[in-house]
């Protein structure tokens, strides 16, 4: 007999999937040019010249063992030296090759953090609006998750809400800064304060509470915003990144756990992680790849664009009479639907061959989100489309 729980999540499929599927749809019907498809989170800019060239090098003059071998359980020795080299250099940090694991995109980074601190009946806090995913990737592990309401004026954290959920069972939380799907970008104050509502409960509970950071989008950040490392307010920091975003890779799957040096057990967590991916098969990312992007962390793709779509349609909309927190990051933008039921509003927008994501799946019913990774003349060109829609709707 199959395994129930995953033949039952048949009938919930990823909104934004199939959000997704249905603008390729129409694509083939009337040309994709002219589905204006702000569904999916792809980032729309080309991988830099300059990595093409590296993997070109390496293909032509490396040994091909080094290349397509597995690496070691916890990744390429000289890639994690690389990574906690660049993330001290950047950050102030003193991450050595020991606190670093090197993990398939943000996903499987998560998959590790996850498992590294919850088991069976334990709970993650996180707060909405958050990643869809974050639901399956918790619950299947057998922990839960448990979500703060939204603090829809400004999408910073409600901590009064949050320091209200934390109870016995909490083992983490966790936090996605610059956010999907809204934009926002955690402020320094706010991080401060929940730190200390960490370590305060903690010292209550007796038992310390982890926090996890979620950071592909951590080089998409747009002119005058601080973007704060989180791991400085708070030892107990795991950080989970991807380089998806940053240099266009997202078909690649490479990304890194980072456990905070003054974590006690800093060391041992990443020996686990090599562990736990005997259980999940989330291990050994490619070699090539590793190697590829190790002579590429401080770079990144030309992400400028995503300001540009950004604040074309954050302007466009307000002008509209959309009400929308202005974002900091990312290339998401996250409005308040001009009716309650926001599912109605992105079904109406179809018609108009706009493709949104209704925010209920978001933990925030009444808004929606626009994945605005797209050519910048498409951006140009939908905002006549979002005009006849909000005229002939509303």
Known sequence: ML???????????????MLSEFAQKRGKEIGYENVFDYSLGNPSVPVPEAFTRTCI???????????????????????????ADSLN?????????????????????????????????DEIITFAPFFPEYTPYVNLTGARLKVVAPQTIDFQINLEAFEGMIGEKTKAVLVNTPNNPTGAVYS??????LAKILDRK???????????????????????????????????????????????LPG?????VAVNPACPDAETMIQMCGQISRGIGHNCPA??????????????????????????????????????V???????????????????????????????????????????????????????RSLEAIREFVKNEY
């Open 202 to 248: 903690s010292e209550e509970l007796g038992h310390r509470i982890y926090l996890i950071s979620d950071e592909p989008y951590r080089e998409i950040i747009f002119t005058g915003v601080e973007a704060p490392y989180v791991s400085h307010f708070y030892d107990y920091t795991i950080s989970c990144y991807s380089f998806s975003k940053s240099l266009s």
């Open 287 to 324: 070699s090539l790849i590793q190697l590829a992007v190790a002579e590429h962390l401080d770079k990144t793709a030309d992400l400028s664009v995503y300001e540009t779509n950004g604040m074309l349609l954050y302007e466009e909309l307000i002008r509209l009479g959309f009400t929308c």
């Open 3 to 17: 395994v129930q729980k995953y033949a039952d999540m048949l009938k919930g499929k990823s909104v934004i999937r």
């Open 57 to 83: 090098e390496l293909l032509e003059k490396e040994e091909p063992g080094k290349l397509h071998g597995y690496s070691q359980s916890l990744g390429n020795p000289s890639v994690r030296r690389k990574v």
């Open 252 to 256: 690649e799957r490479i990304g890194y």
């Open 89 to 121: 250099k950047r950050f102030g940090m003193n991450y050595t090759e020991n606190h670093i694991f090197m993990a398939s995109g943000a996903a499987g980074a998560l998959a590790h953090a996850f498992r590294l601190i919850a088991a069976e009946g």
């Open 326 to 380: 202005k974002p900091g990051g990312t290339f998401y933008l996250f409005p308040k639907a001009l009716e309650e039921d926001a599912k109605l509003f992105c079904e109406k927008a179809l018609k108009y061959d706009l493709v949104m994501v209704p925010g209920d799946s978001f933990g925030c019913p009444g808004y929606f989100r626009m994945a605005y990774c797209i050519d910048t003349k498409k951006v140009e």
């Open 188 to 193: 320094r104050a706010v991080l401060e304060k």
